[in-house]
């Protein structure tokens, strides 16, 4: 069954209101079932974990106050009623076995619920993806100034995280639980030595960046398929912050209009989904291993609730991946044949303004590191990037070095590819996550790059599509394509050295463009661009 939106009346602070106590989404009436004491919560919490998370809670307050995410409602505790329970809108218990996950299992609980009430499906979504995301996509404030050898959280570490977690997860797709599962205490152990380029992942300054890259992006951590499969994700301006200390009377009004709160409480972070106002108790969901609800006091002086966020909407379950996703990772990149490695980890700078260039990660090359900044375009489709000029780090966001554009392909999200130029005149760039193979044909005897060189054969895809593109000559230019099983299609164009502009006559379909650049570096291998539809589309080829 669907269950329609409903209307949540928060109001601006100035502006005093009454809990929604007709809503369909809450319950007048503790629900069903055990329901177990506060004495079940495990208690091994540190003081230094304490103080830690504080830190994290109060910092994410301030953020969320800059950003305007705080809308405190004024209400009238008298209209409130006086018992209120959300568990039927609640998935199984889960349990977060002994890692420091807290925030993820309460985030990712909340986003659950809201799917179960505003579209009625019961989703099992990935807590290991959602960590992932926000521990290798953090960026530190002051990067370029920074003792730490590394500039992100790792997995590996644990009691980084927040409520605010869910503000990230308003940006960032998650997939379901079976493409990433979620990995205990345990089994991240013994996944650490697996992965020796990770070394012993120290949570100190003096780890490298690669380290935590190795471990991150490692296939037996996070497959590549979980990030083509993430599309679950808080929606556009769903995130409503609570601050710092938010009063009973407010969170019970947040409750009772149908809303789960993600509470921080001292070094962790639990769901509330239901109060009993004369019994001064909340009810609360846990990922600590109780499976079963717990009540915790009102005053209880163990367990106060620091700060909170909740959902107002998710997008639709049937919505497509986040393409952004797609682009994190390790990619193969051949810039006109200087070959190299990027490393992209962050798409967006979750403390920022979405939409901005960031620190995207880094470009290695011939034994050294180069920054990359740049953001991502056309719904995630291009990543618009620059790589340094020098090995320095440069502050985060800056538009400097060599720029290039790359897209991703839709029918083959394993491969990527575009252009960058130099003193104004373009180059090809491909990106794969497979190994760029040397082609078979090679003239690197013969410096430059010839216009007589395209005669022959290449093997093209362009955004997952593959043919081949048959060249007898280019002055003048004949030439023809011909798609997989099906007849050769003419071709028409012009060449300019390692230029070639061609267009191509589908059946059914306007003429289709392509711009594509021989690689002078290595003679057998072009990149480029095709246009269809008013969207740009990246090209891979290679002589054959």
């Not at 209307?7 to 369909?24: G, I, K, W």
Request: with cysteine.
């Amino acid at each position: 069954m669907t269950v329609q939106a409903m209307d949540v009346r928060v109001a601006a602070p100035a502006e005093e209101v009454a809990a929604d106590t007709t809503s369909p989404h809450a319950s007048a009436s503790w629900p069903c079932g055990e329901v177990l004491p506060i004495g079940v919560l495990p208690d091994q919490r540190r003081q230094s974990d304490i103080a830690e998370h504080l830190t994290v809670v109060r910092a994410a307050a301030r953020r969320d106050a800059r950003h305007g995410l705080v809308r405190v409602p004024r209400v009238r505790p008298d209209r409130l009623p006086p018992v209120v329970s959300l568990a039927r809108w609640q998935t199984p218990f889960r349990f977060q076995n002994f890692r420091g996950t807290g925030s993820a299992f309460a985030v990712v609980a909340a986003i659950e619920a809201e799917y179960l009430r505003l579209y009625g499906v019961a989703l099992h979504l990935s807590e290991q993806y959602a960590i992932h995301v926000a521990q290798a996509g953090e960026l530190y404030p002051g990067y370029t100034t920074s003792p730490k050898r590394h500039e992100n959280n790792s997995s590996y570490w644990g009691f980084r995280g927040s409520s605010d977690l869910a503000s990230t997860l308003s940006r960032a797709a998650i997939p379901d639980e079976q493409s990433a599962r979620y990995l205990s205490r345990a089994e991240m152990t013994l996944l650490r030595p697996a992965v020796p380029e990770a070394g012993d992942l120290a949570d100190a300054d003096d780890t490298p960046q690669e380290n935590l890259d190795a471990f991150e992006f490692s296939e037996r951590h996070i497959p590549t398929h979980a990030r083509h499969r993430a599309h679950y994700r808080i929606a556009d301006n769903g995130v409503v912050s609570l601050g710092m200390n938010p009063s009973i009377a407010t969170l019970q009004s947040v409750i009772a209009s149908g809303h789960e709160v993600i509470a921080d409480v001292p070094a962790h972070c639990f769901l509330l989904v239901g109060y009993d106002r004369p019994r001064r108790e909340w009810l609360v969901k846990d990922s600590r291993g109780q499976n079963a609800f717990v009540r915790v006091g009102f005053d209880d002086p163990d367990w106060p609730i620091l700060a909170g966020h909740y959902l107002t909407s998710v997008v639709a379950p049937t919505c497509d991946p986040q393409l952004d996703a797609w682009w994190i990772g390790r990619w193969n990149i051949d810039v006109d044949g200087r070959r190299g490695e990027l490393v992209v980890r962050r798409t967006t700078d979750y403390r920022g303004a979405p939409g901005t260039p960031t620190k995207l990660g880094n470009f290695y090359c011939d034994g050294w590191r180069y920054d990359v900044n740049g953001l991502t375009e056309d719904d995630g489709r291009t990543l618009h990037f620059w790589i340094a000029d020098t090995t320095d780090r440069i502050p985060a966001g800056t538009p400097s070095g060599q720029e290039v554009h790359a897209h991703l392909f839709s029918w083959d999200p394993r491969n990527a590819a575009g252009h960058t130029t130099q003193q104004g005149v373009p180059f090809g760039v491909t990106l794969s996550r497979n190994p760029l193979d040397d082609p078979s044909f090679d003239r690197a005897a013969r410096s430059g790059f010839e216009g007589r060189d395209w005669v022959g054969t290449w093997a093209l895809n362009h955004d997952g599509f593959r043919g081949l593109l048959e060249i007898d000559s280019v002055d003048p230019l004949r030439a023809r394509y011909t798609p997989p099983g099906g007849r050769p299609l003419p071709a028409t164009g012009s060449v300019t050295a390692h230029r070639l502009t061609l267009s191509v006559d589908f059946a059914d379909t306007e003429p289709q463009l392509f711009r594509l650049l021989a690689h002078t570096g290595e003679h057998a291998r072009l990149s480029g661009t095709t246009t269809w539809h008013g969207h740009e589309y990246g090209v891979q080829g290679t002589h054959v």
